[in-house]
């Protein structure tokens, strides 16, 4: 389908109440329609309760029709920037890569499990570029007066969670299962992504601080506390490289 030049108040119509709710908070109407996105952050970043916090900086370029996205970071270790990860999903396909010291592969890894688990990413992070929460691949259910489900098609695979508003519409957090890797392997297992402060970020209001966590019978495992410094849509020249 052809997609539309800008977003029109007709878009939010059906959509369950809490969501338009949010979409009006966020100000996509009479807004382009969103082709990319590029979203910088910072923050910190740990691999389990007694590993150390890492310092983080990482840029992030999304792509809409079809969905993709490419995350590049790099991590201070003792202070020194060590490490560098790559995350990414094209074609249907996850992938996640990491080196040591510019050196030494720390990890490498594919499968069905990553890739779905990249795609649930995908849809837990269209909260910085929320006008593609109106594409015809997206499917929102009803819930009650503070949340709604909400599904990414792509590939003939299905990621879903569930997201919470406030009354103002902001959106407070994303839940749902996710694979984590555990032992050379992986499980399913609750994921939620708190979401903390909000602000202005390329014309639109989105989260701009917020957590990643793991809940384990241990206890909740927040491993990424993150803030979103610049966000750019539709900038010429982004694509997934």
Not at 44 to 55: A, I, L, S, T, Y
Not at 69 to 80: C, D, N, P, S, T
Not at 199 to 211: F, H, Q
Request: a negative charge; aromatic letters at 12%; charged letters at 25%.
């Amino acid at each position: 389908m052809k997609q539309p030049e800008v977003v029109t108040n007709d878009m939010l119509d059906g959509l369950p109440e809490p969501v338009q709710r949010y979409m009006r908070w966020t100000g996509v109407v009479g807004k382009p329609w969103t082709r990319t996105a590029y979203v910088r952050q910072s923050g910190r970043f740990r691999q389990g309760f007694d590993k150390p916090w890492m310092p983080m900086a990482a840029e992030q370029v999304f792509t809409v029709d079809p969905p993709g996205m490419v995350w590049q970071a790099r991590f201070k270790m003792f202070g020194l920037p060590l490490m560098r990860a790559r995350d990414s999903y094209q074609d249907g396909r996850g992938h996640m890569f990491g080196k040591a010291a510019g050196l030494f592969t720390i990890f490498d890894e594919r499968g069905e499990e990553l890739t779905q688990g990249t795609l649930t990413r995908y849809l837990s992070e269209m909260i910085w570029f929320p006008i593609a929460y109106l594409g015809d691949n997206i499917t929102w259910t009803a819930v009650d007066e503070q949340s709604a489900d909400v599904s990414l098609s792509d590939h003939a695979r299905t990621a879903s969670g569930r997201m919470f508003f406030d009354d103002l519409g902001r959106p407070t957090t994303f839940e749902t299962m996710r694979y984590m890797g555990v032992d050379g392997g992986y499980r399913l297992t609750p994921w939620h992504t708190p979401h903390l402060e909000w602000g202005e970020r390329g014309g639109l209001n989105i989260p701009v601080r917020g957590e990643v966590l793991w809940l384990l019978p241990e206890g909740p495992l927040t491993y990424g506390d993150f803030q979103i410094e610049a966000v750019a849509y539709n900038r010429p020249g982004d694509t997934l490289r």
